[in-house]
């Protein structure tokens, strides 16, 4: 696909970043007190939190990932879209009135509120940087593979490093720090809501512009290729052989009734003319070093098992794999410290719960919209065969380079609101909950203030280090990671805190450590890390399947029962 | 200095009472919905495949269905809570 720099798309790409960080400077000067820093002085308003909530969570996993895996392998990357918002309604009826009661600046506060114990804030804040920079990879990938496709510089590899794509990372790197360092919660709220509107509002303009378009025939059908043809028979799949990168990774090769073009198309009539459609799948075979397309109908896209191949399987185990995914998307949205802390930005329990409702409706919005921009992309004809993350920016480019540099910036700004409040949500640990209550030291508000920018550039530093050796995952995949994390080692202690009286402070301490180091060992023993952290691609691993969440979610709540169970009575002793 | 108006709120009243059981309440049915989701995926995934409404088949259906209950459902417990009543 001949794909050149867009000075376009370059321009308004700068003068989005320049917006953001000029908004970022303005407001800086505002937040001078730990409250500000933090929290914003708790003076957010509900629907401002709430379209913030959105553009926190909307993070390059919503946009890119599952855009990305929507367009590759159909419906299953849907299935991320259905998880990431189930999980908010968990935050809401479960976690949103309570965590805001309890808490001042950090989730860490909440979990401690009864018992002000430094093990309790020491654990959480540890889980919180363990999350929180798990949660930062993903990013970091996604905004590397954005510069990529803006800048279109010619491929350099340094031992085996892509620095087009270590570019991308250093870049969104260095500006997310300077907002954070800049300004805190009050310019990171802005940004957020910002980017949480932009993002709704453009992709309604993307979905719009795939249905106006419909679908049209962008690619010749198998059996019509030369030599390299072989048809499989008894199958409607015929497979075409080439050295050569196919011009698109998804082509479609026929329509309903022979048609070419379907026209402007409904919401409904493009899910069926698409289900109707044949379409040409390219893989790389990595041993024959060759293309090959094969032919499926549209409406095996629109079932799930193209990615999650192991629901097909007659064996459980390779079932569980899904169940543990579907498991940690439901519990992950409640137990991220990126999204907690936005809790205290508003002034009281009402306000959380207003704020959650109004980020559950733009989330939701846009998650339907993305099954959309999803298959738009993959009948588009324009999708790079080497990169499942830029199938919506690349889509864009089919309707213009404006379309692709205000999607590519919107998406970049994606990248920079969720870093942001991830990079707070750490700073806020190591400086709140660690510095200060756990190791004693008090701080005033300048000094508090100060211990965290430090610990934005330090966190901040080691996520681009790890975005730059992550970059063959599927931004989508590892975002499913980091919810498994969360999941594990914070919502078992959050429910418990709030519907069991016979929780201790050591139960909580435990529960916290097990979900923590236990999901995240498991992780680091997969197929998956072994092929793509540590480039050994085939080595099976040592987990049974790759997400955690089914095994770490109930251990870290036996953990919290047992251990209380039996540390109750001392403390009782204790109290009395 | 706006320091000070950052604080918890740790006074749980009869309204927080009442929105915590409601909560609990569309949690547990919302849960029924998702899980019914996840069961039929991963064990009957052949069902998804069928036609429904429109000529959309069930997983387009359930799946675009259990977004659409999310934001009903969070609507109308905003409506259902109780603000806590003013000192």
Redesign the interface.
Known sequence: MPQQTSVLAIVIFLMFVGFTLGLSFWLGRKAKTAGGYFAAHGQVGWFVNGIAFAGDYLSAASFLGICGMIAFYGYDGFLYSIGFLAGWVVALFVIAEPIKRLGKYTFADALDAKFNSKGIKLAAAISTLVVSIFYLIPQMVGAGSLLKALLHLPAHNWHGLDLNHALGVIVVGGVVITIVVTAGMVSTTWVQFIKGSLLVVFCSGLVVAILANGINVNGERASDGAASVTVAPGQLAATRVTPEPPTSARQVTALEGGKIVTGPLGPSEFIAELSDATILQWKKDPAAGMWVGTEVRGSDQLVPGGYFTGIRSPELVKKLDFISLMLALFCGTASLPHILIRYYTVKDAAAARKSTVVGIISIGFFYMLTLYIGLGAMVSGAMDPADSNMAAPLLARTFGDVPFALITAIAFTTVLGTVSGLILAAAGAVAHDLIESVMGHKLNDHAKVGAAKWASVVVGAIAVVLGILAKDFNVGFLVGWAFNVAASANLPAIVMLLFWRGTTKQGMIASILVGTFGSVTWLLLTKEAFANFYGIKTHDGYMPFSQPGLVTIPLSFAVLVVVSLLTRKSNYRIAV | ????????????DES?IH??RL??V??LF??LL?AG??AI???K?EW??RPML????L??VY??G???A??V???I??LL?K??VAP
């Open positions: 200095m706006h320091a000070d108006t950052v604080k918890p709120d740790t006074g749980v927080s929105n915590a909560g609990i569309f949690f919302y849960f998702y989701f996840v995926v991963t064990f995934y998804m495949a429109g000529g959309l088949n997983a387009i799946g675009m259990l977004i659409l999310a934001i459902m969070a609507i417990y905003m809570c603000r806590p």
